[in-house]
C-alpha cells in the first residue's frame, strides 16, 4: 500500500513532515484570527497586511518573517499538516488492508469472502485506481500583484506558492470488508436540488463494492434517537428512480440529540460507514462524530458531502444544487421582467437565496441579463441617500420606465431589524430585506408624488424543491461515488468536493472554518456590475 501521507509538496511529489509552525491561513490567502473570523486578505498593501497580521497575534495570527529564506517552505509543510486527511490507520496501526472489491470490469457482484488476499472481482487486475499519493493543485492562478483584480497573495510580492490536496477516487487497498460493513446515510439541514442523486449513487457503488447492509437515517440526526423513526432499508432497486425527484428521500430536518447520543445509536445500530450530506452546520457535526468514534476506539468511516445551494464552502469549485438554484431563478427573475415592463413605472424585485454569500444572486444576474441593480451580503450598500439605491431606481424610472432588482437573502441586514433568534441548526433568523426594500421603494415613490408599481417574487422554496439539472446530477453521482470510495479507503472525518475541476478529499475542519464569500474585487463580481450597469450604493 502507499504510504498515507500529507500532501505532496512541489513538483516532484515530495512530502515534507510536519511543521510546527504556528501559520494559519485560508484558501484566499487570509489570515485568521480564529476558525470562524478571518482578518484580511493580502489584497492592498503588503506592510499594511502585515501590520494588521501582527496586531492580532493574541488571536492566534501570526505574522511571518519573510527575511526568513525558508518561509515558504515552512509555509508549505504548514499547509501539508492542516490539509492531511484523517485515516483508520492513525488510531488503529495494525489495521490490515485487503485488495480492492471494487472493479468495473466485474460482470457479478463481488465476492464477500473471509480472505480476499490475491482475490480480485475478475480475472485480470483492473488498473483504474487512484494512488494515494495523488494530489490536486488549490490554486492555478499566479497573481504577479497583490493589485491585480482577485489576487489571493502570502507575502507582498505574492510568491507562487504550491498548495496541493487530496486527489480522490477508488484505492486499489480497502480497510473494510463489504460483508462486515453497515452503511448509513443522513441527509441534514434544509432542502436541495441533489440529495436523491447523492444518495443513489452511494447506495449503487456500495453494492458494487458488495455490501448488503445498507440503511437511510430519516429525518437528519434526529433519526438516531426519535423512537418513532425507524431506519429506512435502501438497495438499487429502491434508489432507482429517486433522482427523477426533487427532495430527499429520507427527509430532513434541523437540530438533533447530542453527538454521544448518535454515536450509541451508531454503536447500537452497529453501523460503521456514515455518509453525511450537509452543510457547514451539518460537517460540524460529522466531524465530532468523527472525533467521538476515535476516542471510542471504533472502527467508523465518517465521510460528508458538502450540501449547500449557496455554494458558500471553501475550497470547492461548486457545491451541488448550486447550478440548479442558478437555472431555476431565472424563471423569477423572467417573470419579474415581464411584469415591470408590462407595467406603468414598474420595478421587480426577487429575493434569491444566500445567507452569507451572494453567489446565486450574481450568477443569477449574470445569466439572466435582465436584472439592473444586484444586491448580495459582500457589498454594503444604502438604500437612501444621493448615492442609495433608491436614487438609482429613480433614475431608471425616468430612462428605462421600469427596473428589475435581484437582492440575496442576507444582504443588507444592518437595514433591517434584527430578531436575535436562532432556527434549530443555530442560524441566525435574518431579517426580510426583500420585504423591507418593497415597502421603502413605494414609500420612496409615494412621497415624490410618483407612481410605482412593486413587483416583489421570493422563489426560494420552488427552488430548493426542484430536481437537480444536468449539471449538477454529473456532480452528485461523481460526489456519491467519492464519498463511497473514500470511507473503503479508510478515511474518516473528509468531505469531498470538486477543486479546480479534479475531485479531491477535504479534511471537514478546513472547509468549515467560515463560509465562502463573493470577493468584491474578484473578476466575477466585476463582471456581473458590468452587466447591470449599477453603480456604487454608499
Known sequence: MES????????????????????????????????????????????KSLRICAEQKASGCSSIDFSDPDWKTKFQEDFA???????????????????????????????????????????????????NNDRVLLKVIHYSSPTSAGAECIDPGCTWVEQWVHRAGPREEIYFKPEEVKAAIVTCGGLCPGLNDVIRQIVITLE??????????????????????SEMPLSRRVVQNVHLSGGSLLGVSRGGPSIPEIVDSMEEKGINM??????????????????????????????????????????????????????EAQRAINSAYIEAHSAYHAIGVVKLMGRSSGFIAMQASLASGQIDICLIPEVPFNLHGPHGVLTHLKHLIETKKSAVICVAEGAGQNLVQQTNAKDASGNVVLGDIGVHIQQEIKKYFKEMGV????????????????????????????????????????????TVGICNTHYVYLPIPEVISYPKVVDPNSRMWHRCLTSTGQPDFV
Request: hydrophobic share 40%; with cysteine; aromatic share 10%.
Open 451 to 494: 407612481a410605482a408599481d412593486v413587483k416583489y417574487i421570493d422563489p426560494t422554496y420552488m427552488i430548493r424543491a426542484v430536481r437537480a439539472n444536468a449539471s449538477d446530477g454529473i456532480l452528485c453521482t461523481v460526489l456519491g461515488q467519492n464519498a463511497v470510495h473514500g470511507a473503503f479507503a479508510g478515511y474518516s472525518g473528509i
Open 274 to 327: 456514515l455518509f453525511v450530506l450537509g452543510g457547514n452546520g451539518t460537517h460540524a457535526g460529522a466531524d465530532a462524530i468523527h472525533n467521538e468514534c476515535r476516542k471510542r476506539q471504533m472502527k467508523v468511516a465518517v465521510v460528508g458531502v458538502p450540501k449547500t445551494i449557496d455554494n458558500d464552502i471553501l475550497h470547492m469549485d461548486k457545491t451541488f444544487g448550486f447550478d440548479t438554484a442558478v437555472e
Open 208 to 229: 458494487i463494492y458488495g455490501v448488503k447492509k445498507i440503511v437511510g437515517i430519516p429525518f437528519g440526526y434526529r433519526g438516531f434517537r426519535d423512537d418513532e423513526i
Open 4 to 47: 498515507l501521507s500529507p500532501a505532496g509538496i512541489g513538483p516532484a511529489g515530495i512530502v515534507p513532515q510536519p511543521s510546527k509552525s504556528p501559520l494559519r491561513s485560508s484558501s484566499s490567502g487570509t489570515w485568521m484570527a480564529s476558525a470562524q473570523q478571518p482578518i484580511q486578505s493580502l489584497r492592498t498593501t503588503g506592510s
Open 81 to 131: 499538516r492542516r490539509f492531511a486527511i484523517p485515516h483508520l490507520k492513525d488510531v488503529f496501526p495494525d489495521a490490515p488492508a485487503f485488495p480492492s472489491t471494487f472493479c468495473l470490469k466485474s460482470r457479478a457482484p463481488p465476492p464477500v469472502l473471509e480472505d480476499f488476499a490475491g482475490v480480485y472481482p475478475s480475472d485480470e487486475k483492473w488498473n483504474g485506481y487512484i494512488n
